[in-house]
């Protein structure tokens, strides 16, 4: 089958791998029909994170079943699916008081274990969601990144009828303008320094957009907030520069939520380090998208939504590419070549 290899930094590969085969009672073979490129992809990538040399990538993706081990009920030959590409031990303490996301031994297919930039991947039977019929390949590709995002919003206090702001309008920012909304937020403010990509945070239902290269982001939200600042901000540029200046968005008492995860160090200018401290900020961390039972509702309830349409993935799509484009597509990426949202590849085509 075709896929995509990784074997060292910035040298991935397309290649002939072999199938995969039913080994144990539970497993699940699944025939990609999209698949997504995820920043941490791109860091890994760039020799950001650990992985086996050689190793196919890639874990955002859906596709249909082809075939089931012999302990497997509920699902069959044929179902389309997406599935949680996460796997934790379920043995550490963490696991046991049900904190699935905090696992000492967390990881995902694309490092370890064989990844979905293939034609086909394999996962145990209790990672696989099913797909209600209105949810089509393209969208259940973004499950996994919706539900991280998901497993942020549910780490806080939000309550309906608060006002947001989103920090970064990457995909990650673009489904949490969504998630807000769901949570109930009354107004969402998009950041960003890139005016198209504030232009599909409004058409994903952003209220407020702000360029912060014209005026620091803070004073923009200030204007808009009678001086009061957002209920909670949500950090999703994984910058080092956004990860100090969100700090001075929200209101006194309010949240951070950090989703985006910035690869260098961070350094914290006094005024914004400041409104943790004057402003009684609560910051909160958000890892991955696993609660417990196992995977969680942020899968389930990711499903729910872009079934409803409430979570609408198809303006951030911005490349659908062939498989074999992937050497030059993560070149561009990490060399700023072209402007890009979200990608998705297919493994079938041609």
């Not at 982001?217 to 009678?226: G, L, P, R």
């Not at 402003?279 to 389930?300: D, H, Q």
């Amino acid at each position: 089958m075709r896929s995509l290899n990784l074997y060292g930094k910035q040298d991935i590969r397309v290649e002939e791998s072999a199938e995969p085969i039913i080994e144990h009672a539970d497993d699940v073979i699944i025939r990609v029909k999209a698949v997504g490129i995820c920043g941490s992809d791109i860091s890994r990538y760039k020799k950001l994170g650990p992985y086996v040399e050689g190793m196919t990538f890639g874990h955002e993706f859906s596709g249909v079943v082809t075939a089931v081990g012999t302990g497997v009920e509920g699902i069959e030959a044929g179902d389309r699916v997406t599935a949680c590409p996460t796997f934790c031990c379920g043995t550490c303490e963490n696991c046991q008081k049900g904190e699935p996301s905090r696992c000492e031994n967390l990881h995902v297919i694309g490092a370890y274990r064989p990844g979905a930039y293939a034609e086909y991947v394999k996962l145990p039977a209790e990672h696989i969601i099913p797909l209600p019929d209105n949810v089509d390949y393209d969208t259940a590709a973004l499950v996994e990144p919706s539900s991280v995002v998901a497993h942020g919003f549910y780490r806080t206090s939000i309550q309906p009828g608060a006002e947001v702001a989103i920090m970064g309008c990457g995909s990650i920012g673009l489904l949490a303008v969504q998630w807000a909304k769901i949570f109930g937020a009354k107004k969402v403010y998009a950041i960003d320094i890139d005016d198209a990509k504030l232009e599909v945070a409004k058409e994903v239902g952003a209220d407020v957009l702000i360029n912060s290269m014209e005026k620091p982001a803070h004073e923009q939200i200030q204007e808009h907030t009678n001086g009061q600042g957002v209920d909670l901000a949500v950090e999703s540029a994984g910058s080092p520069v956004t990860s100090a200046q969100v700090f001075a968005l929200p209101k006194k008492g309010g949240e951070v939520v950090f989703m985006g995860i910035p690869y260098a160090d961070i350094t914290i200018e006094r005024f914004y380090f400041e409104r943790i401290v004057r402003n009684e900020l609560r910051v909160l961390g958000s890892w991955n998208a696993l609660s417990s039972p196992f995977p969680g509702k942020e899968w389930t309830s990711t499903v729910h939504y872009m079934s409803t349409g409430q979570i609408n993935v198809k303006p951030m799509i911005s490349h659908r590419l062939d498989l074999r484009e992937g050497p030059e597509t993560f070149d561009n990426l990490i060399n700023g070549k072209g402007s890009y949202v979200k990608v998705l590849f297919y493994p079938e085509v041609g």
